[in-house]
């Protein structure tokens, strides 16, 4: 498990810790290791179904550890095509990759450049966990 410092360039992230990583007209939404970190480690994780959609900052899933619960709040509205079926045996790779293996899902943007504006990037992000320690 990390310790929660990992914050990575070229993705977009929300006030709510969950991360996004735009590739053409996809996006692919986890948690940050800050989060991950946060949380300890991770007992359970839930996520809507492919075929949902979503508006942004709508609750989409449930991720539990034994210290605490946490929603997750989607970041950018869309369809949801692909979500991470690995997790649902193995929660714990959400705290060894939250970035790579521990994805939570993939959704189909509807606003994509208008949801991006409202997310922070890699020094923004930082500057905000700092202001919460």
Known sequence: MSDGSDIRDGLYYSMDHEWSKVDGDIVTV?????AQNSLH???YVEIKEAGVTLGANEECGLVESMKASSDIINP????IIEVNGELEDA???VNESPYDRGWMYKIKPSNLDGDLGTLMDAAAYKEYIASLE
């Open 30 to 34: 986890g948690i940050t290791d800050y």
């Open 41 to 43: 480690e991770i007992t």
């Open 91 to 93: 929660p714990e790779i």
């Open 76 to 79: 950018v509205a869309g369809e």
